[in-house]
């Protein structure tokens, strides 16, 4: 595979830029890709003429999975950051926020103008504290589609300020903690302002899943199970962890890439999970052990011990058979796992 492609995926996820990566599984040019970032296209593979003769339909397409176009099959990946949480003010539900993200696996910001409660932050492992005004701080962070802003300030008039910063960006979610009345003088103050109708009325609030929570931590519990539904009602491969794409672009050697492209009942690891495996037999990521890792492990051993550029191959792997069952691998489900040579 062009490593010039991997480097396209590369920056796309380095500036936050909303991309998606197409692979044909059909008979018309297959195992050909194209990538289109912010609606546009920025490379495809130079042996195909069907993504381009189909230009205006894949751009259309917004979400991951398997789809069909002009009668062929093709996968799609929507390539994503790390999703970033960031928590205007440092008060109690934010401290317990900044715990449970960590195991959740965010990145947790906090923006708080106040040094000692910044300090508290830091000290409960935010990644990062920006201890200054909040409308300073906000104007100079730089945002992506993955990132969720949670406003949790001490008053209105610094709602307010979070608000109208945050609305300039680009964003995954905004959620708004207060009381109604309070909650309504400010977004009706913004709205005075001339901001857009729409996007206020997206705003989350009451913040939070109704769970009757009333404890800091009952609340930010109710705070993350709102923005894991809205994380994953959004349909994105994050398949491409951390150094994997350092790996690829910056290294000469033979690799493999195992993607799952497809998933029937239960499996281990979701569609877009990945696995880099390399010459030296060890790889980055998972596709969910057992007996697929295995049945993919065999075929990557094959390809990593040849010479020949081979074309991408799609393993079926039967996790309701006696031995997925022996090996441990009771989903009952079936995967179909893309392997091509990087």
């Known amino acids: 595979m062009d490593k010039e492609l991997y480097k396209v995926i590369d920056e796309s996820k380095k500036k936050g830029l909303r991309t998606f990566v197409f692979t044909s599984l059909g008979d018309k040019d297959y ?9 546009e296209l920025v490379w495809v593979s130079r042996d195909t003429s069907f993504f381009k003769e189909n230009l205006e339909q894949i751009k259309g397409i917004n979400k991951a999975g ?5 009668g062929n099959r093709v996968y799609v990946e929507h390539i994503c950051n790390k999703s970033k949480i960031v928590i205007c003010g440092a008060g109690h539900t934010s401290i317990a926020m900044i715990k449970i993200g960590q195991m959740l696996g965010f990145e947790m910001v906090v923006v708080e103008d106040r040094e000692e409660f910044a300090d508290k932050a830091k000290n409960a492992g935010a990644d990062r504290v920006c201890c200054e005004d909040f409308s300073s701080a906000l104007s100079k962070f730089e945002s992506d589609y993955d990132t969720y802003f949670v406003v949790v300030t001490r008053g209105h008039q610094w ?26 003088f400010v977004l009706d103050a913004i709205r005075s302002e001339g901001y857009d109708e729409k996007k206020i009325d997206e705003i989350y609030t009451p913040i939070g899943l109704d769970i009757n929570s009333e404890t800091p931590v009952e609340i930010a519990i109710s705070i993350f199970a709102e923005i894991i539904s809205v994380k994953n009602a959004k349909n994105k491969n994050v398949g491409y962890i951390d150094g994997m794409l350092e790996k690829i672009v910056g290294s000469a050697e ?7 492209v497809g998933k029937k009942g239960s499996a281990p690891r979701g569609v877009g999970a990945k696995a880099l495996f390399l010459k030296d037999g060890s790889f980055i990521g998972t596709i969910g052990g057992g007996k697929a890792e295995h049945d993919i492990m065999v075929k990557v051993d094959e390809i990593l011990k040849g010479e020949e550029i081979i074309k991408p191959y799609l393993l079926h792997v039967d996790l309701t058979d006696d031995e997925a069952s022996i090996e441990g691998m009771v989903c009952g489900g079936r995967i179909e796992v893309l392997i091509e040579l990087v």
């Open 31 to 39: 195992g050909s890709k194209a990538v289109i970032r912010e609606g």
């Open 66 to 70: 398997m789809v069909e176009i002009a």
């Open 159 to 184: 709602d307010k300020e979070c608000i109208r910063e945050i609305l300039k960006k680009p964003y995954a979610y905004i959620g708004l903690m207060g009381a109604k009345r309070r909650v309504g």
């Open 254 to 260: 033979r690799m493999v890439m195992a993607t799952i």
